[in-house]
DNA sequence: TATGAATGAGGCTTCATTCAT
DNA sequence: GATGAATGAAGCCTCATTCAT
């Protein structure tokens, strides 16, 4: 999904074989840092996963810092794309249960995911910081939407942004509490997608109640 | 407010100053890992803070992480009893608000324990796991009785253990957004609590949309 | 000043590309060992300052050293003949102070000497014993003549040459002292000339004690 | 002369242990410098020769800096010492060209000396001031005693100041100028003691002209 | 039990130089 | 000749842990 570089090394020029080096290097680090985590993801370990020298590092970031802080805007970006295309038209409730099963099924998808979000808001704060700000704006949005729609009643813009970052926590506990497992990331059980479904179905918008479901 | 070691300096037996000391590390390390964090909380810094050699560091702990790894479930307990002794006897909805609104109060009263709670995952797993198994285990039975008594229909009890963890998630992320300033830890906005409460009371608790609160 | 190579760059030939190139280098190596020192002065600094790739640099020279062995004669010459021009036709004696003046203003003109000159004996030993030697013995031969013409009684030509280094260190000391500030280069004091004057006049030239000044 | 601690290392307390490391780790650096120059004084160069850890080196140095600023100062008051002991009562010009015979003198004794301080100018800037500032204070302190004894006439303390940077300059340059060989340091020729000593006896002392020496 | 110096592995980064294009 | 990415050695420093006193 993220990445297609795998391809044959054939002739490449100078722009695209200094490109090509910062590619292999993302995508160690995505990697090691899946597997491993920030902490122990190192110059030495990421460059040795990626086939380079340490120095050849510094020719493509200015630190290690700088290249943890845009490893989770940029598999964040895949995630939203990931998850807007498997977000039909049905009622707002329903999409935002699409979004909400979609999110797992990325991280089954690149299961370095989980780890690098997760670590992200210690270890590449200003990365964290700008996912947040991106997933949190643009959530917003969707709520608001809905509320014109009138499928939501009765929540201000501030208790929007309040809600969203209760989605955001509900994601981020449910995935660490079903989605690990010592070998990969597994489906999550539907008795959570459920429960969730229930929570915000009644709770968020205004389907509901009496005839739920 | 967690401990109350300060007192005289007495004369104290053996076995008592051993626990002293060992009681000095454990308060010296709460306050470092709370203000720099477990990455920054060298042994040599808490050492340095509880004002003991760093030797000694070893005569009561097997290694670093060791220690790290007792913090939160320790402080994790005081938090348990706070919001307990905070929670009246109203409609479970109502007190399920009042815990929301305890733990908001809790960390305020405890400001380390915010950072100490948010890194364990990753500096602390261990750790970490058990303050989550205490948390969740009481927070599933406050459910079930919930449900005995009326006041929660319709989920069963693997769908409440997944309710509990986007309770928590929600604490976690809505502390993180709303709590933390540049001096100290600050009081949530009034918003956040009323979008917690519509949520829940509607969309868990019987109480509910036409007449509710 | 050094150097007048900001003409148009019209249609140069292949020889003449090359000696400017090698000139760009060789200016940019000045300004950079001058401000920062050689310390500082790494290739990737001066390829930059020189506006070429670093790969150009070793088209040019065998290495590193080589050029920072070459800044200082160069330069040395230029205040050769800085010197040789501001120097008049009086008494030996007199000469020798126009010279000490002289010696000031040309590290006023080049800022970026004083540095280059300093730094020089440790970092580019090979240029610096050069320009020793050069400068050493030019001003034996002053001395030389002078005492032929009957200005300077009672020295050997050793004896010259301890006194030629003792001219040269009150010339480095001094300007350490005297001439460095913060931003940039600025004139000696007066009481620096006449200290000077006063110990040469009377302690190597003839003229002298009673009638002095 | 400079250190004594080569004794049998019997039986030492813990305070005792510890300078006795720190002292290992001063003289190791001190024979590193003087052999290979500052530049190549690496921390690993110099915990080898004092045949302790990397590590070690921080317990007693905050950093590399800090141990490389100290060197000098510190050898610079046994070369202050061993002048002064070496330096008699007989005038004041005569006490001058003891003190210059003693300072070869010292080189020689001490032949680390001379790369210390030569480099230090560069490479340990603060400890570099510090020793310039003690010598010139002391210096200047005994022109104007012999001032006001009478041996010197028509100076004022700004030209003392002034002096007393050629003098340091004159021992700087003709150090490097004689001293040094391939292997170690060498006694100063007759000829540039005497040649030192016209120019001083001469130009700043009473003494003089007709029946000079 | 308390002490604190010693250890040494390992991390990040710089930089002169090489070399394929 | 010009380019600039790649290389890898080497440097400084941190820190958990050990151990003799």
């Not at 630190?63 to 940029?74: A, I, S, Y």
């Not at 409730?93 to 210690?122: C, H, S, T, Y």
């Amino acid at each position: 999904m993220t990445q297609a570089t795998s391809a044959k090394v054939t002739k490449l020029n100078r722009v695209e074989r200094n490109a090509w080096t910062k590619q292999k290097i993302f995508e160690a680090a995505t990697k090691v840092v899946g597997k491993y985590g920030y902490a122990e993801a190192s110059v030495a370990r990421i460059t040795e996963a990626a086939g380079v020298a340490q120095g050849t590092f510094y020719n493509h970031f200015e630190n290690r810092q700088e290249l943890l802080d845009q490893l989770l805007p940029k598999i964040g970006l895949d995630m939203v794309h990931f998850i807007r295309a498997r977000t039909g038209t049905a009622s707002a409730a329903r999409q935002e249960i699409e979004r909400f099963g979609a999110f797992f099924d990325f991280i089954r998808e690149v299961p370095e995911f989980l780890r690098i979000l997760n670590e992200a808001e210690f270890f590449a704060p200003a990365g964290y910081q700008k996912h947040l700000d991106n997933i949190s704006s643009a959530y917003v949005r969707i709520l608001r939407r809905a509320r014109t729609a009138g499928a939501i009643k009765d929540f201000s813009d501030e208790e929007f942004e309040a809600i969203v970052h209760v989605l955001m926590g509900a994601r981020s506990y449910l995935s660490r509490r079903y989605s690990y497992s010592k070998d990969g990331v597994t489906a999550v059980p539907e008795h959570v997608i459920s429960a969730y479904r229930k929570l915000l179905t009644r709770g968020l918008f205004n389907e509901g109640s009496p005839h739920e479901r």
